[in-house]
């Protein structure tokens, strides 16, 4: 199962679900993450987190440890 | 028209994600000149405020911190959904105008699905349909009022296109709530995330159905190709590959000191002739009043309690202006979001967070909107934990006790040094913030108290070029507000110190005999200073400044700073008579200061050792009324101001008492 920590950089992934025992996954969902969404890892911070993913049109910064509640394909 | 009923005006809220261009809406509708800013959260309390008077609406206007969802997640948040179902003063709205971002429609339309849901009276404002423009798409605004059902319109937040139909749209609406009142809502509730997913589900449907592509006359063949709704999903290239370099292992570290470092040694050295000008104004004017009136009590009031008080604060406006003036240009241009990235992990490391940076920053400014600023932090420990720490960053009032004391330091001609110990002042300042706040974080469970998920979500809004009209007007706001606020509390203080060293012996008697007329003036001040009240104040004092290398009258404008830090060296000034014959009021203080003697002694009081001793005070001392009522309002408990209070002064005296002590004993005096 792989997760978008596990994105390289410059990488498309789609979402297939998530992980909804984490405690940020509500908010993970309401900016944007949804099963189905295509997000590309553009960016990440020094020491490699947080990572910022582009997704519906806009950048969303979020740590490696809240990527790993989004399951990719 | 509406009129206004005899119990209430209507209430017209606006709601809506961070960067949706709610602000400048409100602006637009209110005529007032909020800053929008290019950080998400940089709202983060309610304003309200009426209509414009030319749009001849009756309603107050409400607008507040942006959401993306119903259920909060921070305190700022929680501001803006407690404001929409149980405002204490206003009630539920009769309106709310929500805005969202025609390019990113799918994710903006949950927040406006939300409130439908829970029952508001709702019109959709669409923002930013330009860009859309740009990419060849426009959007249905009637198909998306069908499928919504509810009004939408299109606006265009440069120009104001689609005001009008706004403002129609509005007294309409509130008509509809004169006749039918104000409409039932229920709370939005959530038991798990299916629901979320679904309306995300339909949302992109809805986007796909509004959203359509404008012919354009290249590009006609792919058109039919292109038609799918990603293409439009196209991200600023330029901002990516901007932050490729900024948020780079190594340049990004550069980078990010370089802007700080220019960011602090830019305060020095381009107020410097501002501050030179105001300088010799006030320095003349003093002069002059004292020349003009004469040896009366009145002439020492006004020229020493009132002009070189008032004067030796307003010195440093210029280096106040030029500080908001970097911070508002790297608000504006959309940097912050990238440094609250890039040190949010080693922030993490010692419990605070990402979110933390922005706080912090606007904490060089002032405390109070920094406290409030921490609202945007959704972990209550971290949140708790960037309150504790800030009123350890270096703020504005600080400034004019730092340049002082630096001055004395160092020769005036040598700016550039200056500006080096400005610099390790800060650092330091920022290096104690740090290690108290991985101290403080390790016994969090007996001050903080709280442990909660910890987490950074945040939006990269992209780059865009500072709007400088917007970034002056609101550094005038600003510096209009720090002479607001300390202004009177320094006159006030200032007149009040001068009676305390003037009186009660106003008129000493003295031996003229042999002695020139400036002679005369000058033994005649210190014979009354040395039996005045605040002398006999300075008594209890003593025996606390006698550790630290210093006497009562350095004690007595230590005790004066705790209203305002400022008003440290207008009480300087007032205890040592600054006005000479050199007409700068600056160095007049430092000439002052260089002469005086610890009393009864023939030893110098302000020795390089003293000094550096005071500016670890400053340093760690938390002396502002204000910032200790704010940490209580914001933390909801006296334990972290008192906390605050204790640590901070106590560090400074003991941090003073090692450096005066510790530098006279490897010899430097």
């Given at each position: 199962m792989r997760k978008a920590s596990d994105i390289g950089f410059g990488e498309k992934a789609v979402i297939s679900d998530i992980d909804t025992s984490h405690p940020s996954s509500r908010r993970i969902i309401e900016i944007g993450f949804t099963p189905g969404q295509e997000i590309e890892l553009v960016n990440k911070s020094i020491f490699n987190d947080p990572l910022a993913f582009a997704l519906r049109g806009t950048v969303i910064a979020i740590r490696k440890r809240e990527a790993d509640c989004i399951i990719i394909i | 028209m509406i009129t206004q009923t005899a119990h209430s005006t209507p209430l017209v809220t606006l709601v809506g994600p961070p960067n949706s261009g709610k602000t400048t809406l409100f602006n637009y509708l209110s005529g007032k000149h909020y800053k929008t800013v290019n950080y998400p959260g940089s709202t983060v309390d309610y304003s309200v405020s009426k209509m414009q008077d030319k749009f001849n609406i009756n309603a107050n206007l409400l607008d507040s911190p942006g959401i993306i969802s119903l259920i909060p997640a921070s305190p700022d948040e929680e501001v803006s959904v407690h404001s929409l179902y149980k405002h204490p003063k206003y009630g539920n709205p009769d309106l709310i105008i929500a805005t969202a971002d025609s390019t990113q429609l799918s994710r903006h339309l949950l927040l406006v699905r939300q409130l439908l849901e829970?029952?508001?009276?709702?019109?959709?404002?669409?923002?930013?349909?330009?860009?859309?423009?740009?990419?060849?798409?426009?959007?249905?605004?009637?198909?998306?009022?069908?499928?919504?059902?509810?009004?939408?319109?299109?606006?265009?937040?440069?120009?104001?296109?689609?005001?009008?139909?706004?403002?129609?749209?509005?007294?309409?609406?509130?008509?509809?709530?004169?006749?039918?009142?104000?409409?039932?809502?229920?709370?939005?509730?959530?038991?798990?995330?299916?629901?979320?997913?679904?309306?995300?589900?339909?949302?992109?449907?809805?986007?796909?159905?509004?959203?359509?592509?404008?012919?354009?006359?290249?590009?006609?063949?792919?058109?039919?190709?292109?038609?799918?709704?990603?293409?439009?999903?196209?991200?600023?290239?330029t901002t990516i590959k901007i932050d490729r370099f900024l948020l780079h292992k190594y340049w990004g570290i550069f980078g990010f000191f370089a802007i700080m470092s220019i960011t602090f040694t830019s305060v020095f050295w381009l107020a410097q002739p501002l501050m030179n000008l105001v300088d010799k104004t006030f320095g003349f004017l003093a002069n002059f009043a004292q020349a003009s009136l004469g040896d009366t009590w009145y002439s020492d009031l006004i020229s020493n309690g009132l002009i070189s008080g008032i004067g030796s604060v307003l010195v440093f406006v210029p280096q106040i202006i030029i500080l908001f003036l970097i911070l508002g240009l790297l608000e504006d241009s959309g940097y912050l979001a990238r440094g609250a990235m890039l040190i949010d992990k080693p922030l993490s490391k010692i419990g605070l967070n990402g979110?933390?940076?922005?706080?912090?920053?606007?904490?060089?400014?002032?405390?109070?909107?920094?406290?409030?600023?921490?609202?945007?932090?959704?972990?209550?420990?971290?949140?708790?934990?960037?309150?504790?720490?800030?009123?350890?960053?270096?703020?504005?009032?600080?400034?004019?006790?730092?340049?002082?004391?630096?001055?004395?330091?160092?020769?005036?001609?040598?700016?550039?040094?200056?500006?080096?110990?400005?610099?390790?002042?800060?650092?330091?300042?920022?290096?104690?913030?740090?290690?108290?706040?991985?101290?403080?974080?390790?016994?969090?469970?007996?001050?903080?108290?709280?442990?909660?998920?910890?987490?950074?979500?945040?939006?990269?809004?992209?780059?865009?070029?500072?709007?400088?009209?917007?970034?002056?007007?609101?550094?005038?706001?600003?510096?209009?507000?720090?002479?607001?606020?300390?202004?009177?509390?320094?006159?006030?203080?200032?007149?009040?110190?001068?009676?305390?060293?003037?009186?009660?012996?106003?008129?000493?008697?003295?031996?003229?005999?042999?002695?020139?007329s400036e002679q005369v003036i000058s033994l005649k001040s210190s014979e009354r200073l040395a039996g005045s009240y605040s002398a006999q104040l300075g008594k209890f004092i003593q025996p606390v400044m006698t550790p630290l290398g210093m006497d009562w009258r350095v004690g007595v404008s230590l005790v004066s700073a705790f209203a305002a830090r400022e008003v440290f060296v207008s009480s300087l000034a007032m205890i040592f008579r600054v006005t000479d014959s050199s007409d700068n009021l600056q160095s007049s203080i430092l000439h002052s200061m260089r002469n005086a003697e610890i009393e009864g002694t023939n030893q110098k009081l302000f020795t390089p050792a003293t000094i550096l001793g005071l500016i670890v005070f400053f340093i760690f001392a938390l002396q502002c009324i204000s910032t200790i009522s704010i940490s209580y309002k914001e933390s909801g408990t006296w334990r972290i101001p008192l906390f605050q209070v204790l640590i901070f002064t106590g560090l400074a005296y003991i941090f003073t008492f090692i450096t005066v002590n510790g530098l006279r004993a490897i010899g430097i005096n």
């Open positions: - | 829970s029952g508001f009276r709702v019109i959709v404002v669409l923002t930013m349909s330009d860009l859309l423009n740009k990419r060849n798409f426009d959007v249905s605004t009637k198909r998306l009022s069908e499928l919504l059902n509810c009004d939408v319109i299109k606006l265009d937040g440069r120009n104001g296109t689609g005001l009008d139909k706004l403002l129609n749209l509005i007294e309409i609406n509130l008509n509809n709530s004169l006749l039918s009142g104000k409409p039932d809502t229920t709370e939005y509730k959530l038991d798990n995330s299916s629901p979320l997913i679904n309306m995300f589900r339909e949302s992109e449907e809805i986007e796909k159905e509004v959203i359509f592509r404008v012919a354009s006359t290249k590009n006609i063949s792919k058109a039919d190709k292109e038609l799918q709704i990603l293409s439009n999903y196209q991200i600023d290239n979110k933390s940076f922005v706080p912090m920053l606007s904490g060089f400014a002032c405390a109070i909107p920094a406290i409030m600023a921490a609202r945007t932090i959704s972990n209550k420990r971290e949140r708790l934990l960037t309150i504790f720490i800030i009123p350890l960053i270096s703020c504005s009032a600080r400034l004019p006790v730092y340049a002082l004391l630096i001055g004395f330091l160092v020769p005036n001609h040598n700016q550039w040094l200056g500006g080096v110990i400005l610099a390790s002042i800060y650092i330091f300042g920022i290096i104690s913030s740090v290690v108290i706040s991985a101290i403080i974080n390790k016994f969090s469970k007996f001050i903080l108290r709280n442990n909660d998920n910890s987490s950074f979500i945040l939006e990269l809004p992209s780059y865009r070029m500072p709007k400088l009209s917007v970034v002056i007007n609101n550094t005038v706001t600003n510096a209009e507000q720090y002479i607001k606020r300390a202004g009177p509390t320094i006159l006030a203080l200032s007149i009040a110190i001068w009676m305390l060293s003037y009186f009660p012996n106003n008129n000493p008697k003295i031996e003229a005999k042999g002695l020139s």
